[in-house]
């Protein structure tokens, strides 16, 4: 299937496959009329596109967000669950919509309302956490000069 898009500015043409299309139901948050989406990976990157099949201007940029919190976690409610026709936990694709930034720096992920994708029924649909402590901007690159990673000499003499 061929899809229409206008990621970062471009007007181009993508072929995409079946396994690339999600529904989401409900709609995302200020979009609610467009549900359908295809996940197109970026060739060499960790960067993901969210491309709504029913308006090419409208594409999110996401990321898996165990790639940079290793810790995260959440639990899915059962009614989400459901809802996606998810049997079990490999049946999840979680992802988090980016802000991106020209300042590497400012680039952050909204951990608080992942995306939740069920490879098996291909349905999704954004997941606001009620209970956790999950930020809504989380940054994804912390001190790109190397400043933040160097120890300092209280870290040395405590041997940390």
């Known amino acids: 299937m061929q899809v229409k898009t206008n990621l970062m500015g471009a007007e181009q043409t993508l072929e995409i496959s079946q396994e690339q299309i999600f529904a989401f139901e409900p709609g995302l948050g200020g979009f609610p009329g467009l549900r359908r989406y295809a996940l197109i990976a970026e060739p060499d990157s960790a960067v993901e596109w969210l491309q709504s099949l029913e308006d090419p201007n409208i594409s999110f940029a996401l990321i898996e967000p165990f790639l940079f919190q290793p810790e995260y976690a959440f639990e899915l409610p059962d009614r989400d669950a459901e809802a996606l026709g998810m049997r079990d936990p490999g049946d999840a694709l979680v992802r988090c919509v980016l802000t991106l930034d020209e300042d590497p720096e400012q680039i952050t992920a909204n951990?608080?309302?992942?995306?939740?994708?069920?490879?098996?029924?291909?349905?999704?649909?954004?997941?606001?956490?009620?209970?956790?402590?999950?930020?809504?901007?989380?940054?994804?690159?912390?001190?790109?000069?190397?400043?933040?990673?160097?120890?300092?000499?209280?870290?040395?003499?405590?041997?940390?």
């Open 111 to 160: 951990l608080m309302a992942p995306l939740l994708l069920c490879r098996r029924t291909h349905l999704a649909r954004q997941v606001v956490l009620q209970d956790g402590d999950q930020p809504l901007r989380a940054r994804l690159f912390v001190g790109l000069d190397g400043a933040a990673s160097e120890p300092d000499e209280r870290q040395m003499a405590a041997g940390a």
